[in-house]
């Protein structure tokens, strides 16, 4: 059995429709055919070509959360965690992340806050993969506290004017539009807004395009905004509500961090064993070992169990349930989960675990961010110990 079709047995879980289970297969398939040889590449250069989206977007992969009068599948976080998981076994996860950015992370606050004229205007090119979105919240001096922003609109004319600096955003560097959150309204700590602010506005420029210790094929920007002047229909949504807006979305962006890395972990697992058991030592091969076969067989039992975690808080969603315990819970332990797998799979893989050729050295390093991106563990922890206080 091959680690491919290990990874896709492995996967199906109660929630698995036939429709969910094609698109599993699908990215399974794109991630094995055009992502895992041009991976290498990728990292080098510190960019996924533009084409690769395009190609997704030709095969329908970008539109799953895109509402079906707009064009889209019209589905939920059911298909968000499956397309995940299905990207998170290319082991490239600096690939998904310029996916799950544009689909999962910018696109849903198009789509939830756009205007009939903004969507008319850029979800064509979303969902072909022409025109690809990134998420500018983070800045130099507030990550985990977004109200702490220091960025500022104030209305100019028949428009805004936006000064400030954001840090560490994905897609960014070669992207084609980044909505920026900025403080509108100095009374209140929420009072931000969201616009749409094209490449290549006047005063929008990179100014250092970060390089990271992981996600290595993922464009991670700094940029400045100088003076940027956008139209009134550039603003997304509803004036000073756009913290609000955004927060619609945190479980799915949390989730898919979780998917991302489900399907690391999976696969590291899959590659570990092989590795463990093509291994000879001691008489026997490294697999043979107990301490080593029996770690691993832990770490398949807890990477099953996040996976779980996971789609069910995903369907606790879809049917219109309150998620955020369960979405922040699993985020936290499972993130966790997958850089505990990936320190195991790296130590069974000996010194060669500690090659720059291994996959395995860099789905170690693609990891960490895992439990820092999208709320770290610490703040997924509060968001559940708020939930846990019983009233007596
Ligand atoms: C590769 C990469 C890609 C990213 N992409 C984007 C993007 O596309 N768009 C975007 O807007 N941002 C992006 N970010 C930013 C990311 O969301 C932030 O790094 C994250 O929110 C943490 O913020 P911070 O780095 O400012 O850390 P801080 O907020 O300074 O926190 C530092 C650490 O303190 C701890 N901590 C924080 N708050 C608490 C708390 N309340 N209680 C206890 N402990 C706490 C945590 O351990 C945390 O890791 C990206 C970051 C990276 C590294």
Redesign the pocket.
Known sequence: MTAQSQTTQSHRNVYMTDELQAIYDQTVDFVVNEVKPNGDQWEDEGMVPREVLAKMGSLGMLSLRIPEELGGLGLGYLASATFSEGLGASTYAGFE?TVL?HTD?AGPHLVNSGSPEQLERYLPGVVSGDFIL?????EPD????VAGIRTRAVKDGDGWRINGT???????VYGDMTIIAARTDEDNKYGISMFLVPAGTEGFTVTNKLD?HG?RC?D?AELALDDVWVSDDQLLGTPHRGFYETMKNFQNERMVLVGMGVGAAQAAIDLTNEYTQNRNAFGSTLFELGAIRQRMAMNQAKVDAVRASMYHAAWMGDNGQDNVKAMSAVKAWGCEVVNQVMYDCLQFHGGMGYMRESAIERMYRDAR?L?????????ML?EVAKRSIVQS
Do not use: L, Q, R
Request: proline letters at 3%; charged letters at 15%.
């Open positions: 992340a950015v992370m990134s998420i500018g919240v983070s507030a990550g985990s506290d954001k840090m560490f955003i994905t897609n960014a990271k996600w993922s991670t961010i439990p820092i991106g999208g709320g770290a563990t610490e703040v509060e």
